[in-house]
């Protein structure tokens, strides 16, 4: 939410962090420290827009309604929110530094952002590598999109209206871990048209092991998964000519329907594949 869904938020700088999610954990009665439950890139790059946190499902087994009746009675309604599955709160910055000001705007408060469910899932699949790259972990999970339809693929005869195969086997790279599924196109009852969306079914259980998933989607290590960067070297390093241009080409593909393909310069093994006039 990078600091929205409440007025009056600002950037926290990462010396700020500890402390202010320690007393957080405080004036809320945690029986845990908030600060080995944190999201994304807060504490790795200088300045960050929000913290997120994960309420762990062995800590917590309530949901953001409950959560958010709570927060109201200790800060105050003014200062919590309700988005979704997300709660967000405002919340005073611990040891706040007005000197620290590279990054606008600088208010003192800091939005918090709480998710519910497995920690180490979460973190999995929102991982960021921070200041190590120069892309976001919404880069790095589209890449890992990419591959996943790319590698291990078994497609069958026959498209859809949409140029898509009516059946294929693949992997999904998805916030529950990597999943093997069937993903079919079905038509609109006895019209002749398609349904837009596509159906999965899971075939596998789903795999968690990020051991695993680098060996099956990278062909490599942990460490490869860890950025964009970091996932088109492996893939430069591991694969055929062929499947590296098949992969490139489909997270050209993902990144241009995000509409982000003219928000960075891009790697160009995947700058190639952008439609002409584009980056």
Request: with cysteine; hydrophobic share 35%; charged share 30%.
């Amino acid at each position: 939410m990078s600091g929205n869904a409440l007025p009056g938020c600002g950037t926290i700088h990462k010396d700020e962090v500890n402390a202010t999610l320690t007393k957080l954990a405080d004036d809320l009665e945690f029986p845990f420290d908030l600060n080995n439950y944190l999201l994304g890139s807060t504490g790795k790059k200088e300045y960050s827009g929000d913290i997120d946190v994960v309420l762990d499902k062995k800590w917590y087994n309530g949901g953001a309604k409950s959560l958010r009746r709570d927060l109201i009675e200790i800060l105050g309604e003014e200062n919590v929110n309700l988005n979704g599955a997300l709660v967000h709160i405002k919340y005073p910055i611990v040891g706040y530094n007005a000197a620290k000001d590279k990054r606008q705007p600088r208010t003192g408060f800091v939005q918090v952002d709480f998710n519910f469910g497995d920690y180490q899932l979460l973190k999995m699949f929102n991982w960021a590598p921070g200041d190590e790259s120069k892309f976001k972990g919404f880069h790095r999970n589209i890449a890992l999109s990419s591959v996943a339809g790319i590698v291990d693929t078994i497609t069958f005869e026959g498209r859809d209206d949409q140029d898509r195969p009516i059946e294929q086997i693949r992997w999904k790279w998805s916030p529950k871990g990597l999943l093997r599924i069937k993903r079919i196109s079905k038509k609109k009852g006895n019209k002749g048209t398609w349904n837009k969306t596509q159906t999965d079914i899971d075939l596998k259980n789903v795999i968690t092991d990020q051991k695993e998933i680098a060996k099956i989607l990278l062909h490599g290590t942990v460490d490869d998964m860890n950025s964009l960067e970091s996932i088109i070297a492996a893939v430069n390093r591991n694969f055929t000519d062929h499947m590296k241009e098949a992969i490139f080409e489909r997270m050209a593909k993902n990144f241009s329907e995000k509409e982000d393909e003219n928000q960075c310069t891009y790697p160009p093994e995947i700058a190639k594949y952008f439609r002409i006039g584009d980056k």
